[in-house]
């Protein structure tokens, strides 16, 4: 039985005679169809047009018109143009009714009186060739509609997609943005597909073409090339393939293997992405190298650090060891402390956050604040400096402190890298304008400032790489370059120098020039021929210059009462040592609750108050001490090793009325007292 779900062809009996209509009905119910009757040929057309059946059994013979007219007026119908008819004659068919009947449009003709079987088959036969028809034009239709899509989605893509029959060897599509990648017309490589060989890199063809002739066989490709575009820009383009096989029995080459039917593929210009990535693959390289440099720059003043520590916890020594141990370890704390402000300065000219005192400077006073700064270095290594400098004054607007720390790095790294005994000079000189007048007499003049020494000198490429903190080292290790990773053993100056790059010192000093609106070069005929490093700064005119005439307060002396909390016992200990020995009553607190807890009974004046601390940190334990009425009047000093500006910021905010960057010096802590003493005053 027909399944439920499948309706059963609805067939369209027209014939006037009542016996041979009912008979060619108990026919076709028998071939299970669905039947209804005309018995004329208006009927039979209104039929047609109210039911849409799948076929019409039309007899030729009909009261009011012919079959062959209802045929053609059927056919001519567009809304009902695809009935099937089939056309029945009684008696013997001649050629001319077959002609007549199918230049009308009828579908299929037989002869009356037909046997049931004919009638059936006639039937069946017409509606699977409708069924094949129909399949056909949907699988067409879908097929368009796939095509059209694919189209958009090409056309809409910026990298190029192509299809290649193999069999044929030629390009089917290639969609419109193979111009814009390429420079050649999209129609002109499908003519031939070798024009897309004519802007390859030369070294490249030999690749790709090879990666051409194994694709025509298993249909894959995946390769990178380098590509010259008309206008010569070189771009750098991804093909990939990959092949498209059809249902069924494919048909397979000689080794078995299937044959794709079509291939398909794309071409993508990568040229940003790998510039990207190369960039991040440099930026990671690069960065691996700064803090290998970075390692080596802390660890050379740790090594003596950890010598003199050595020295100073033996059972028994000597008096002149412990000298010796003490003068170490303050030198190197200095040159520690100092590399450590260097790389933050860094980073905070990086992030824009790096600000210069506007002054008018008298640049010969920062010179020589340099000088007598570096004058243990120099004397340590047995150099002589010779210093030459004009007898008018020197003003240039910036920075006093900056302006010396240029110097004093430059200076320092001539020391390093001379060998002992060398000759270092320092001379500056005023430029004239145009008009002879001295520089300092106008407001368009510069000082330059030369640091020469007859050290280890500079290759060429060390030269073009001397300010680059993470510039990479010289791989053959034939040339020795400018640091700032400065070695002190205490006994004697080091000859062989790091070769680990530019180092931090000289990077800032870059940085900090350009600041103040200058330039400096380096100079060097070449290794072990010295150096010269040249600054250029401009200079103000000679009537704005007002030198200072600060006064520096002494030392109150006035004891104190101190309180110092921090959780690390070393540090704990020292400081308390240090302030004791200036004559100073000292209360000590390893955490911020036992700070709370003997504040109000020792009501110290001055609390020293670190701010990484476990359980409660130093901003909470600002908050609680300012609560306690004894407190009220107490100066609050954040002692801690945080000391960026936002640091600064929040310690401001939670009650702290100083903020010191440990390791404090001894400086900064007595003019921290002058100053309390003042304000009390």
Same mark, same amino acid.
């Given at each position: ?51 849409? &059946? ?58 009356? =009186? ?5 009638? #059936? ?53 290639? /969609?419109? /943005? ?42 894959? !490709? ?27 029995? +494919? ?42 440099? @970075? ?10 650090? *950890? ?35 260097? #790389? ?20 010969? +006073?920062?010179?020589?604040? $340099?000088?007598?700064?570096?004058? =243990? ?24 402190? *900056? @302006? ?8 320092? %790294? ?25 520089? /300092? ?38 040339? +020795? ?16 120098? &790091? ?68 959780? %690390? ?34 009501? &110290? ?30 100066? @609050? ?12 910021? *929040?310690? !401001? ?10 390791? $404090? ?17």
């Amino acid at each position: 039985m027909r399944p439920q779900a499948e309706r059963a062809p609805l067939i369209l009996n027209v014939e006037d005679r009542e016996g041979p209509r009912y008979v060619k009905s108990r026919i076709l119910h028998r071939g299970e169809f669905s039947v209804i009757e005309a018995a004329t040929g208006q009927s039979a057309l209104a039929l047609v047009r109210q039911h849409a &059946p799948a076929l019409v059994l039309l007899s030729s013979r009909l009261p009011d018109i012919s079959g062959l007219e209802v045929c053609r007026l059927i056919k001519d119908d567009p809304q009902i143009a695809r009935t099937l008819v089939l056309l029945t004659s009684p008696g013997v068919a001649q050629a001319r009714q077959r002609v007549e009947a199918l230049n009308c449009g009828a579908d299929g003709y037989l002869v009356e =009186p037909a046997e049931p079987e004919e009638v #059936l088959s006639s039937i069946q036969a017409l509606l699977r060739l409708r069924g094949a028809e129909d399949a056909y034009h949907r699988t067409t239709q879908a097929l368009h509609d796939n095509e059209d899509l694919f189209r958009q989605l090409a056309e809409s893509l910026a990298d190029v997609v192509w299809i290649f029959d193999p069999a044929a060897r030629r390009l089917l599509f290639v /969609s419109p /943005s193979f111009e814009a990648l390429w420079g050649h017309s999209a129609e002109d490589l499908m003519e031939d597909p070798r024009h897309c060989l004519d802007r390859l890199a030369p070294a490249d063809r030999p690749r790709v073409e090879a990666a051409l002739a194994s694709m025509l066989s298993d249909g894959r !490709m995946d390769i990178e090339f380098q590509m010259t575009r008309p206008d010569g820009q070189l771009r750098e383009i991804r093909a990939r393939a990959f092949p498209v096989h059809g249902k069924g029995q +494919a048909a397979r080459d000689e080794t078995g293997n299937a044959r794709p039917l079509r291939i398909a593929g794309i071409f993508q210009d990568v040229t940003l992405q790998n510039r990207a990535g190369r960039t991040l693959h440099d930026e990671e390289r690069r960065k691996d190298q700064f803090l290998a440099m @970075l390692a080596h720059e802390l660890r050379n003043p740790l090594a003596p650090l *950890r010598s003199a520590a050595d020295m100073l916890q033996q059972l028994s020594p000597s008096r002149e060891d412990m000298f010796r141990a003490r003068d170490i370890i303050g030198r190197q704390l200095h040159h520690l402390t100092r590399l450590v402000d260097e #790389l933050l300065d860094i980073s905070r000219f990086n992030q824009g956050r790096i600000t210069l005192r506007q002054d008018l400077v008298e640049l010969r +006073a920062a010179l020589n604040t $340099a000088v007598e700064a570096v004058r =243990p270095e120099l004397d340590a290594y047995g150099h002589t400096l010779r210093l030459s400098l004009p007898e008018q004054p020197l003003p240039v607007r910036g920075d006093l402190v *900056r @302006l010396t720390q240029i110097f004093c790095n430059l200076l320092h %790294n001539a020391a390093a890298y001379t060998p002992p005994g060398g000759q270092i000079a320092l001379d500056a000189t005023l430029d004239q304008d145009p008009a002879g007048q001295s520089a /300092s007499d106008s407001a368009g003049g510069y000082v330059t400032v030369r640091v020469r020494d007859n050290g280890t000198g500079l290759s060429e490429s060390l030269q073009r790489l001397l300010f680059d903190p993470l510039a990479p080292h010289d791989p053959t290790g034939e040339h +020795a370059g400018k640091d700032n990773g400065y070695v002190d053993d205490g006994t004697a100056p080091r000859n062989a120098f &790091p070769h680990d790059g530019p180092g931090i010192g000289l990077t800032l000093v870059q940085k900090l020039v350009v600041l103040h609106g200058g330039t400096i070069r380096a100079d060097s005929p070449g290794p072990g021929q010295g150096s010269t490093f040249t600054v250029t700064l401009p200079v103000e005119p000679w009537h704005k210059w007002h030198p200072g005439t600060g006064k520096s307060s002494a030392y109150s002396g006035v004891p104190r009462r101190i309180m110092v909390v921090d959780d %690390n016992a070393d540090a704990l200990e020292a400081m308390t040592m240090t302030l004791q020995t200036m004559g100073h009553t000292v209360v000590t607190a390893p955490d911020g609750p036992t700070a709370v807890a003997r504040a109000s009974a020792a009501r &110290p004046e001055v609390v020293l108050l670190d701010l990484g601390m476990p359980a409660m940190d130093g901003f909470e334990t600002a908050r609680r001490l300012r609560a306690l009425p004894e407190m009220r009047g107490a100066t @609050l000093v954040a002692l801690t090793g945080f000391g960026q500006p936002e640091d600064r910021r *929040r310690a !401001m905010e939670a009650g702290f009325d100083q903020h010191l960057v440990k390791p $404090a010096d001894l400086d900064a802590l007595t003019r921290l007292l002058d100053t309390l003493g003042e304000n009390r005053a």
